[in-house]
Structure formats: structure tokens, C-alpha cells
């Protein structure tokens, strides 16, 4: 399989090369069949969508949210953007790799997960009846910890809905 060395934010929309280390976070992905795949930009470090080379880079119509939200899955520390071109739109992880088609059970997994543990609570706000990203000064100083102390999710399909 080839990995091209660099992608194109949807945010800041600038080609940046991809580290050493999420060369091999994007290969081990791909091979092991996920499509949907976020990293960090090294300009602006914003979250997006990493497309290989014949993906169109230049061209893609896909854009990103401005809404970032933490991961609900279970184990997770990952964060999940809305994702929207001109046929379709969803909610994915670029961490674990889950995507949500309906926003309903994106915002059910949501309720679940902040039932289940009080610090996943701070991440998330309830507005208009539908839960959205917290600021990130909410977040529990040791989140990382907390979640990577979770069991692991036991869904078998990155497909959520």
C-alpha cells in the first residue's frame, strides 16, 4: 500500500507533511481497512480528514465542522468531527475509527457515555436539547488517564448507527 508523505487541511487548506509517527498511525489504519482517518495539521493545529494521493487533495470537497467533540466510545481519547461533501455528511473518530450516519446516535452514545463517568461529563454541554463540545478548559486535568482506564469498547464494526 502506498502512504503519500503529505495532505491537505481542511482547515487552514495548506499542504503539511506528516510526521514519522502518523505515517505509521495512517498505515496501520489503512491496512487495516479504515477509510475514515484524522490527524493533527503541523501549521495549524487543528484536527483533519488525511487523504491519500489519489484522493484528489487539491480538489476535495470534503470540509470540517467547526464543532469538535470528544469521543464517546468507551477507551477513547480520540475526537470526532463532523464531516460533510456534497453527498453525504457524518460524524467520525480519527482515533478509534467510529462513525455515527445519524446524529441521533451520535447524541445518544454521548448520553451514555457521560452516564457512565462523571469526567466525560465536562466535555459536553446540553444546548437546544442535543448535547455539543464543552470548552476545553472543562476537561479534567487527568482525562487521558481517566479514559484510558475504561474498558475497552466491545463493538466489532467502526460503524456506530
Not at 10 to 21: G, M, P, V
Not at 48 to 62: L, V
Amino acid at each position: 500500500m502506498i502512504i503519500v508523505k503529505n495532505t491537505k487541511c481542511q482547515s487552514c487548506h495548506q499542504t503539511f507533511e506528516l510526521s514519522n509517527k502518523q505515517i505509521n498511525l495512517v498505515t496501520d489504519l489503512l491496512n487495516r481497512g479504515q477509510k475514515f482517518i484524522m490527524i493533527e495539521c503541523s501549521l495549524c493545529g487543528l484536527a483533519t480528514n488525511y487523504q491519500q494521493e489519489n484522493d484528489d487533495i487539491q480538489n476535495s470537497a470534503i470540509e470540517v465542522d467547526s464543532y469538535t467533540y470528544r469521543c464517546p466510545v468507551s477507551h477513547c481519547t480520540g475526537w470526532v468531527e463532523l464531516i460533510e461533501d456534497s453527498t453525504s455528511s457524518f460524524f467520525g473518530c480519527g482515533e478509534c475509527g467510529s462513525v455515527w450516519y445519524e446524529e441521533q446516535n451520535f447524541q445518544k452514545e454521548i448520553t451514555q457515555i457521560v452516564s457512565l463517568c462523571n469526567y466525560r461529563a465536562k466535555c459536553y454541554e446540553m444546548a437546544e436539547n442535543k448535547w455539543i463540545p464543552a470548552s476545553l478548559e472543562n476537561e479534567d486535568k487527568n482525562y487521558k488517564t481517566l479514559v484510558e482506564s475504561e474498558p475497552f469498547d466491545k463493538k466489532k464494526s467502526f460503524i456506530r448507527d
